[in-house]
Each structure stands twice: as C-alpha cells, then as structure tokens.
C-alpha cells in the first residue's frame, strides 16, 4: 500500500529558513496549481486549501480528503517503506537548506511509524498531516506555506 509522505513543506513567510523568496514563491505557486484540481475532485474551498498550507488541520471531510490528493498530485509518496518525490517537488528544497528538509524528512518518517495505518485514507493522512504540524512546532521548524 502506498502511503503518502508528508514532507509537509513548509516554510516561510518567516524566512526562518536559508530558502530564497524567488523559490518560496515558486514553490507556493506550484502548490496553488497542484491543490486545484484537488479541491474539484474533494468539494474542499479554496479556504481549506489555504488553511491547509498555513498548517491548519482540516475538520470537514472534504478537507480531510483534500491532504492526500495533494500530496498525491505533488508526487510525494512511500512506496513499499521507501520514500518517493516522484517529481522531485521537494529538489529545490533539499538543494537550499538541506538541515531543513533533512529535519522534514525526520519529522516525516517518525509519524509515518507512530500513526496507525487506517482503512480511511482521509482521516488516516489528516493524522499524518497533525503529526508533522505538532513535532515541527516542537521542533520549532516554521511550518506553514501561507499565511494569511
Ligand atoms: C497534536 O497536538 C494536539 C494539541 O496538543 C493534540 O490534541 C493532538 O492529539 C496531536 N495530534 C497528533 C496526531 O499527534
């Protein structure tokens, strides 16, 4: 079974990280066209997709629903244990604070061992998603994509 990776970018508006504003703003671009079609196919708002990228926990199925399609569509996935960016959406990342995505990716693959597998894909990535939003404040890794 596939799981998704919630690498759960992160970041900005802080610039809390080394990440430059030109590749925050491509990165937020790039998201805003991946969750589009995830907000047809879910019934998610727009609001939700915002929220969702500022690190809010969704409460309504539909935004429960709207994390795993975007992670699916972003091409971010565990497949058989191993981690997979299958559209090397977090290269950019890795390429300019490696700490940063190295932290994610830690974060990442301890909730994928904490969070028990569910039969319902949405509550079971909105679990997944919770996880890395609580250890990356933990952490004090910035979180968030947007803010508003
Ligand atoms: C995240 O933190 C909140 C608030 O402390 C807590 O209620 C929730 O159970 C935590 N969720 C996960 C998945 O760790």
Redesign the pocket.
């Known amino acids: 079974m596939k799981v998704l990776v919630f690498i759960c970018f992160a970041v900005f508006y802080t610039n809390a990280t080394n990440i430059s504003p030109e590749t925050l703003g491509k990165i937020i671009q790039k998201s805003k066209e991946i969750v589009k079609p995830c907000l047809e196919r879910t019934g998610a708002t727009e609001d939700d997709s915002v929220d969702f990228m500022a690190g809010k926990?969704p409460t309504t199925k539909e935004g429960k629903c709207m994390i795993g399609c975007f992670f699916k569509e972003a091409g971010l996935e565990y497949d058989n244990g191993q981690l997979k960016d299958k559209n090397g959406f977090l290269d950019v990342i890795k390429t300019e604070d490696p700490d940063f995505y190295a932290a994610k990716m830690k974060i990442s693959q301890e909730?994928h061992s904490?969070?028990p597998e569910s039969d319902d894909e949405c509550e079971y990535n909105t679990?997944?998603f919770?996880?890395n939003?609580?250890?990356s404040k933990a952490a004090n890794i910035p979180f968030s994509l947007l803010s508003r």
């Open positions: 926990v909730c904490e969070i679990k997944l919770e996880c939003v609580n250890k």
